[in-house]
């Protein structure tokens, strides 16, 4: 599962860190939902982000795959739920309208915004990385623009 920590130094975007967290194959479905659980509470607790962003989901036809990324949704929610802090959803056109101003972009166009906007030498990997990266990007966008209209949503 990727994750990014996004902020604003002046008027650019800086990523404050990102990464992924990541559980072996062979673990028990319960420990890697534990894992990802214990995971994002450190990175919460660590970094103390001021609102948490996720992606909404959207699959078509492969099931088992949105059911997996579903409970680690899940995982990710609780977490934000245990910790006080609160969640604002984007669909991927939001996600992509933020980062590279047009909502059909394709994820190369995407991955090379996040690493353009945030100063980054490379495009962040593995994918699910530079995609964490783009939904907090949009956060970002959002909370800024939220501030210059005086906190209104």
Do not use: C, W
């Amino acid at each position: 599962m990727g994750y990014g920590i996004v902020e604003f130094a002046g008027s650019r975007e800086k990523a404050v860190t990102f990464g992924a967290l990541t559980t072996p194959a062979d673990m028990l479905p319960e420990k890697r939902l534990q894992h990802l659980y214990r995971g994002v509470v450190e990175l919460m607790l660590t970094y103390k982000p001021e609102v948490l962003a996720v992606e909404e989901l959207f699959f078509g036809r492969n099931v088992t795959t949105a059911i997996h990324v579903g409970q680690a949704r899940g995982v990710v929610l609780l977490a934000a739920a245990d910790n006080g802090i609160p969640v604002r959803e984007f669909t991927p056109m939001q996600v992509k309208m933020a980062v590279t101003g047009y909502g059909r972009a394709d994820k190369p166009q995407v991955q090379a915004m996040v690493k353009t906007l945030l100063g980054l030498p490379q495009v962040p990997k593995p994918d699910d990385v530079a995609d964490a990266l783009a939904v907090a990007i949009a956060a970002l966008h959002g909370s800024n623009l939220s501030t210059r209209l005086g906190g209104l949503r």
